[in-house]
């Protein structure tokens, strides 16, 4: 009885750590179908070749600018949010800090590439 007072205060009040990222990784996923389906069906069932001047031309269209940076942001971030929570599920010493530390540098780089490819793209 004892050893079970102990594991009860040891982990009380972290029962709601994680809500938020885990409704924001269902809400992000079902995005991320929807954007997936529209990618799917746009560029390889519509019957446009894709080549170089296809992709051009989409990419300096603004809605199809943001259709595409809406998809990065997405992906990202529900990648990256399931990589944290198995971090937080496996990881109990100080290599938590250092791997969360590595995977948002690498997000922010990741985004921060999408941006800068797709955002002046001419045509």
């Given at each position: 009885?004892?050893?079970?007072?102990?594991?009860?205060?040891?982990?009380?009040?972290?029962g709601k750590a994680g809500d938020l990222s885990w409704l924001l990784q269902r809400v992000s996923g079902v995005a991320l179908l929807f954007l997936l389906l529209?990618?799917?069906f746009i560029e390889h069932f519509a019957g446009v070749p894709v080549d170089?001047?296809?992709?051009?031309?989409?990419?300096?269209?603004?809605?199809?600018?943001?259709?595409?940076?809406?998809?990065?942001?997405?992906?990202l971030f529900h990648g990256i949010n399931g990589i944290f929570m198995n971090i937080e599920d496996y990881l109990?010493?100080?290599w938590r800090v250092f791997w969360k530390g590595f995977f948002w540098v690498a997000g922010v780089l990741y985004l921060v590439l999408a941006f800068i490819t797709i955002l002046p793209f001419k045509g």
């Open positions: 009885m004892m050893y079970m007072r102990g594991f009860i205060d040891r982990y009380q009040g972290s529209g990618h799917f170089y001047q296809h992709v051009a031309a989409r990419l300096a269209d603004p809605l199809w600018k943001a259709f595409d940076l809406t998809f990065v942001v997405f992906a109990h010493s100080g």
